[in-house]
């Protein structure tokens, strides 16, 4: 109705890491997420776009998926957020990766 297309990867990010994994599986969540970071990135929230990053990299670590893949994930995601001097998101996904 609005079309604040902008505003939609905060929603995702909302959804899909806080009130989404009472319902349903976080393997559901995976897909959403990376919409998520997409979407902030094209609109320039790297702020959100890293904090959907973080939470694709926990959920798919919760999920099972490959730990291997897991590992390459949080890599290539960590890349991006030294890029955008995110810190603290990195810190954050560093245990995800370590372990796996």
Not at 27 to 50: D, H, K, T, V, W
């Amino acid at each position: 109705k609005f079309e604040a297309k902008e505003c939609l990867g905060q929603v995702y990010l909302v959804i899909y890491s806080l009130i989404n994994g009472w319902i349903e599986s976080h393997y559901s969540s995976l897909e959403p997420l990376q919409f998520a970071y997409s979407n902030q990135m094209r609109c320039g929230e790297i702020q959100y776009a890293m904090m959907s990053a973080r939470q694709y990299c926990t959920h798919m670590y919760q999920c099972g998926v490959e730990l291997s893949t897991v590992e390459k994930t949080c890599e290539d995601y960590g890349k991006m957020m030294i890029e955008h001097k995110q810190d603290l998101f990195y810190k954050y996904t560093l245990p995800y990766r370590q372990a796996s």
